[in-house]
């Protein structure tokens, strides 16, 4: 199933966040809107967001009189979270291409990207305590922090061939897996169930988030720039040592394994001999295979919530975040 049959549940709560989005881009400085519009309307399957509106359904949330619901609101503030991130990491990767168009950095300049991430950044801040919950403040304020944190580590992982499994996996968790995680906790927050949905609404969120990025890594070597939308081999060429090129090093032969470490400290190697390597070893078998077992950890971590659409196809995402093929 492909993510928008997936999400069909929520499709009208979807278009309500998108309402919200836009009404919090409503800025009188035409810059801030041109580009937060570029980045928001350039695609993306809006995973964190959808998280947020699942749960929330899945666990009974029930509306207020308001202008914009809690689960809307929340769900925009998380995908300006995300949305800053991009803004900043294509500016420190000095990316030129994401989701199949140019990036806004490479379209508007470094500083008006880094810029309106900041302003995107803050907006969520001021979205979050409109909600009023000192728990979501606590729990949205705590994900940035690592998220911040996880970019630190990738920086000082860059151009390191020495960077083991377990190492990676701190970026991940930290990077990808934590606003995953915090989104589908506000989720359950908002609807008041007990301590024990709740944790087990953020388990589903961090196990699907980490099988999300891993998946990330496999389609880096084994699919083409078209369907990915961005550069194939970029993180190579940044000098990142993903989870596949992590395994070459492991149990590559002496020329395989002095290819990746070249490759990773210079980022200057041959794409085609690098993909080479990671065919002729386990490299995309075995990142698979933890990719699975995380997401058949997100399936159990639901097990307990009530029978009902929503959990059909929180079921489905965590199927989908390890099946796709962009």
Known sequence: MSATQILSPISQDMAAVDFVIRSYLNSEVVMIRT?????????GKRLRPALVLMIANALGYQPREQEFQDHHLLAATVEFIHTSTLLHDDVVDESDLRRGRE??????????????????????????????RMEILRV???????????????????????????????????????????????GAIICDVSAE????????????????????????????????????????????????LIRVMEVGDAAQVKLIRDAIET???????VAVAIQSTDALQYTRALAEREARLAEEAIADFPDSIFKQSLLQLARFAIERDN
Do not use: W
Request: glycine fraction near 10%; charge should be negative; aromatic fraction near 8%.
């Open 35 to 43: 580009v937060g519009e570029y980045i928001i309307g350039s695609g």
């Open 103 to 132: 990036t806004a950095n490479a379209v508007f300049g470094n500083a008006a990207s880094v810029l309106v991430g900041d302003y995107l950044y803050s907006r969520s801040f001021e979205m979050m305590v409109s909600v009023d």
């Open 140 to 186: 949205l304020s705590q994900a940035t922090t690592v998220i911040a944190e996880g970019e630190v580590l990738q920086l000082l992982n860059v151009h390191d061939p020495d960077v083991s499994v377990e190492r990676y996996m701190q970026v991940v968790r930290y990077k990808t897996a934590k606003l995953f995680e915090a989104s589908a906790e506000i």
């Open 197 to 244: 949905l709740r944790e087990a609404a953020a388990a589903y969120g961090r196990h699907m988030g980490t099988a999300f990025q891993l998946i990330d890594d496999v389609l880096d070597y084994s699919g083409d720039a078209e369907a990915l939308g961005k550069n194939v081999g970029d993180d190579l060429r940044e000098g990142k040592p993903t989870l596949p």
């Open 267 to 273: 980022g200057d190697a041959n794409f085609a001999e």
